[in-house]
């Protein structure tokens, strides 16, 4: 989450290994929404998180589904998905 504020705000000296974690969670959670059968081992949990909020709204399953690849996280992308986890977390407190 802490990672979706930081691009979100567009702050600057985001570390590259961050951005590059998060995004390979982002690609490995599209392929989840993609291809549910292609949980694995080395998936990763946060992916399977992440999947099933893509999974939870609309708008970003439209936005993202279908998407393969490298995913560039966006500040409007990084924006949509902490909207979608505050809401989820406004629902469950």
């Not at 290994?17 to 690609?27: I, Q, W």
């Not at 999974?55 to 909207?83: K, M, N, V």
Request: glycine share 6%; charged share 20%; no cysteine.
């Amino acid at each position: 989450m802490l990672a979706f504020e930081l691009v979100s705000n567009n702050a600057v000296g985001i570390p590259s290994s961050l951005v590059t974690y998060v995004e390979s969670v982002l690609d490995q959670a599209i392929r989840l929404v993609n291809r549910s059968e292609s949980v694995g081992p080395e998936t990763k949990p946060e992916a399977i998180s992440l999947a099933l909020e893509i999974l939870g709204d609309s708008e970003l399953f439209q936005s993202l589904h279908g998407t393969s690849g490298h995913t560039r996280i966006t500040p409007e992308l990084a924006s949509r998905f902490l909207r979608r986890m505050e809401h989820a977390d406004a629902r469950a407190g």
